[in-house]
Nanobody
Framework: QVQLVESGGGLVQAGGSLRLSCAASGDAFSRNVMGWFRQAPGNEREFVAT???????YYADSVKGRFTISRDNAKNTVYLQMNSLKPEDTAVYYC????????????????WGQGTRVTVSS
C-alpha cells in the first residue's frame, strides 16, 4: 500500500514558478514509477510527467521544457518544478504511483494523492 500527499500548490502570476512535492509512505517507493497528472475544471485528468526508478523521465508536450520531474528516494518524495507558468496550467495536480516498469496513462497508476491546486493568473 502506498499513500501519497501533495503540497506546494498555490496562486502564481503567469511566468512565475512553483515546486510541487509529493511525499510517499509505504513500501518500495524507490521501485515505483511516479507520475504527475492534472485536471482543469470541466476537463479530463491529463498526464503531465513521469519518472521511473532509474530517473528516466517523460513529459507531455504541453509542459516539455518548462516542467521538471525529479525524485529523492532517500526522502520518499517526488517533485514537479514548474517554470514559465501559463494560465492554461491552472488545474488540480495529482501525484500517482505505479507498480509497473513504465506508465504514462492514468489507468496504469495504482495509487493517487488527493491533489493540490495550482492557479496561474494572467
Amino acid at each position: 500500500q502506498v499513500q501519497l500527499v501533495e503540497s506546494g500548490g498555490g496562486l502564481v502570476q503567469a511566468g512565475g514558478s512553483l515546486r510541487l512535492s509529493c511525499a510517499a509512505s509505504g513500501d518500495a517507493f524507490s521501485r515505483n514509477v511516479m507520475g504527475w497528472f492534472r485536471q482543469a475544471p470541466g476537463n479530463e485528468r491529463e498526464f503531465v510527467a513521469t519518472i521511473n526508478w532509474s530517473r528516466d523521465t517523460y513529459y507531455a508536450d504541453s509542459v516539455k521544457g518548462r516542467f521538471t520531474i525529479s525524485r529523492d528516494n532517500a526522502k520518499n518524495t517526488v517533485y514537479l518544478q514548474m517554470n514559465s507558468l501559463k494560465p492554461e496550467d491552472t488545474a488540480v495536480y495529482y501525484c500517482a504511483a505505479s507498480l509497473r516498469r513504465w506508465a504514462t496513462s492514468s489507468v496504469q497508476y495504482d495509487y493517487w494523492g488527493q491533489g493540490t491546486r495550482v492557479t496561474v493568473s494572467s
